[in-house]
């Protein structure tokens, strides 16, 4: 189905690094509106995944769907288009530029009309930096970021910092955000604060799948989580299943 209620579909996904079998065929589907965890072990192919559905990785072999279009072998800014954004377990943010100008260079501009068509016209793109520009305010108020604005994000704490790169995959407007490990390295009162960004996100129609390894973090948050180990899918389940469930025990044992 063209649109039918998965966001995301995976078939099959392998990714081989030379004799490495980081992805061993593995399978998931993610529904519309969805918050999906992602866990497993160290080394078992969270950021693999990541890395093929949001094309920086070309897979191996199987199929990767988005909002029921195949995907496999597409380009990072084809993915862009489609919807899909991302954050990045170390944070890359242009650490000199402000945190406005940061999400300034990540803004939606398909709703305004190509530039080149004003290009003799200076009111016009004043007027569209100003529309640019209180766009950017939005999503600073949104994600608490406004007074920060002005400042380069090398120079603010490490919590701030990570809502600012969840504040510039925003700034796309995607329908589906991918999230590697959104609250590591951040304290107790940022990892609350980090849960009311992720639903208030998935109650404005973005889906969302994180990987994390803050099992309090992905109890509270997800529906449904999805454990990989070794490249595959071992379980999946409401967080209460899958905590459980044999294999997965074994598999963290083993970490
Ligand atoms: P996780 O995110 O679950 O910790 P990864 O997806 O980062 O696991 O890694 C899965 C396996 O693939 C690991 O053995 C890792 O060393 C390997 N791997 C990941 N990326 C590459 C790469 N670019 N080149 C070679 N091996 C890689």
């Known amino acids: 189905p063209a649109d039918g209620a998965e966001i995301l579909e995976i078939r099959e996904v392998a990714k081989q690094f030379r004799g490495l079998k980081a992805l061993k065929g593995v399978s998931l589907s993610v529904d519309r509106g969805e918050i999906r965890g992602i866990v497993g072990p160290n080394g078992s192919?969270?950021?693999?995944?990541?890395n093929v559905i949001s094309g920086f990785y070309k897979a191996s072999g199987g199929q990767v769907s988005v909002a029921g279009r195949a995907v496999g072998g597409a380009r990072p800014y084809r993915l862009s288009m489609l919807?899909?954004?991302?954050?990045?377990?170390?944070l890359r943010l242009f650490a000199d530029?402000?945190?406005?100008?940061?999400l300034l260079v990540a803004l939606d501009r398909t709703r305004t009309r190509a530039i080149w068509r004003y290009a003799l016209w200076p009111v016009a793109i004043?007027?569209?930096?100003?529309?640019?520009?209180?766009?950017?305010?939005?999503?600073?108020a949104r994600f608490g970021l406004?007074?920060?604005?002005?400042?380069?994000?090398g120079s603010l704490p490490y919590g701030i910092q990570r809502r600012i790169e969840i504040a510039r995959a925003m700034a796309g407007s995607p329908r589906l955000l991918l999230l590697d490990e959104p609250a590591a390295g951040l304290n107790g009162e940022e990892v609350r604060r980090l849960a009311e960004i992720v639903r208030s996100i998935r109650d404005s129609g973005v889906?969302?799948?994180?990987?994390?390894?803050?099992?309090?973090?992905v109890m509270s948050l997800c529906e449904r989580?999805?454990?990989?180990a070794g490249g595959e899918v071992i379980a999946e389940g409401t967080p209460a299943e899958v905590a459980g469930d044999r294999a997965v025990i074994e598999a963290y044992l083993g970490d």
């Not at 192919?45 to 990541?50: I, N, R, Y």
């Not at 919807?83 to 170390?90: E, K, S």
């Not at 989580?225 to 990989?228: D, N």
């Open 45 to 50: 192919g969270k950021t693999t995944l990541f």
């Open 83 to 90: 919807g899909v954004a991302r954050t990045f377990q170390n």
């Open 97 to 102: 530029l402000t945190v406005r100008d940061n």
């Open 126 to 140: 004043w007027r569209q930096e100003h529309a640019l520009n209180r766009q950017a305010d939005d999503l600073l």
């Open 146 to 153: 406004t007074e920060f604005a002005d400042a380069p994000p």
């Open 207 to 217: 889906t969302v799948v994180l990987i994390e390894h803050n099992m309090g973090l």
């Open 225 to 228: 989580v999805t454990v990989l």
